[in-house]
T-cell receptor, first 111, second 114 residues
Framework: GQSLEQPSEVTAVEGAIVQINCTYQ??????LSWYQQHDGGAPTFLSY????GLEETGRFSSFLSRSDSYGYLLLQELQMKDSASYFC????????????FGAGTRLFVKA | DAGVIQSPRHEVTEMGQEVTLRCKPI?????LFWYRQTMMRGLELLIY????????DSGMPEDRFSAKMPNASFSTLKIQPSEPRDSAVYFC????????????FGQGTRLTVV
């Protein structure tokens, strides 16, 4: 089966850097994704890692270590609008490449 | 493209009634997912279709739930009979192919069963 663990809440101040960790277990690994969800909204895609290393997209970066079954999302120059829930999601190579989501990390950005 | 379209956006129904949720995926996407989101259980994958064929329905909670995808542009999730514990936000998402990296979510249907 597939399972993921991520912290339930993180608080940081505007302008700071925050890292949200994710560890996963899967019977076959294809990739790790990150999604952002604002209250009342739908999850929106942020990044995807299939290979080890860092992927950078503007203020957001995502890292993957397949040997450690671990990844993180790094948010830089935090803004108030970054207050949201962040989900890591793992895609295994069984079950037709289905994607399973973690429980989400609630990020609170303070002024 | 208008994105993934779900209807209705909100549904309030009485316990025991049948509920049908609808989804139109993005044109050209051949993978479709139904997720349920609650505070207690987070985002749960209910069922996954590829090329209109159900690949994995292990997340469907019980026989009261059923899903169909009669063609590439339409899917339904039906609950019959509905129960208060089915109250949740139901999301449909689509992806371009099994190897696609990004799933696009609809705005969800907020279901309340009273």
């Amino acid at each position: 089966g597939q399972s993921l663990e991520q912290p339930s809440e993180v608080t940081a101040v505007e302008g700071a850097i925050v890292q949200i960790n994710c560890t996963y277990q899967t019977s076959g690994f294809y990739g790790l994704s990150w999604y952002q969800q604002h209250d009342g909204g739908a999850p929106t895609f942020l990044s995807y890692n299939a290979l080890d290393g860092l992927e950078e997209t503007g203020r957001f970066s995502s890292f993957l270590s397949r040997s450690d079954s671990y990844g993180y999302l790094l948010l830089q120059e935090l803004q108030m609008k970054d207050s949201a829930s962040y989900f890591c999601a793992v895609r295994g190579n069984t079950g037709g490449f289905k994607t399973i989501f973690g429980a989400g990390t609630r990020l609170f950005v303070k002024a | 493209d208008a994105g993934v379209i779900q209807s209705p956006r909100h549904e309030v129904t009485e316990m025991g009634q049948e509920v049908t949720l609808r989804c139109k995926p993005i044109s050209g996407h051949n993978s479709l997912f139904w997720y349920r989101q609650t505070m207690m259980r987070g985002l749960e994958l209910l069922i996954y279709f590829n090329n209109n064929v159900p690949i994995d329905d292990s997340g469907m909670p019980e026989d009261r739930f059923s899903a169909k995808m009669p063609n590439a542009s339409f899917s339904t999730l039906k609950i019959q009979p509905s129960e208060p514990r089915d109250s949740a936000v139901y999301f449909c998402a689509s992806r371009q192919g099994a190897a696609g990296t990004e799933a696009f979510f609809g705005q969800g249907t907020r279901l309340t069963v009273v």
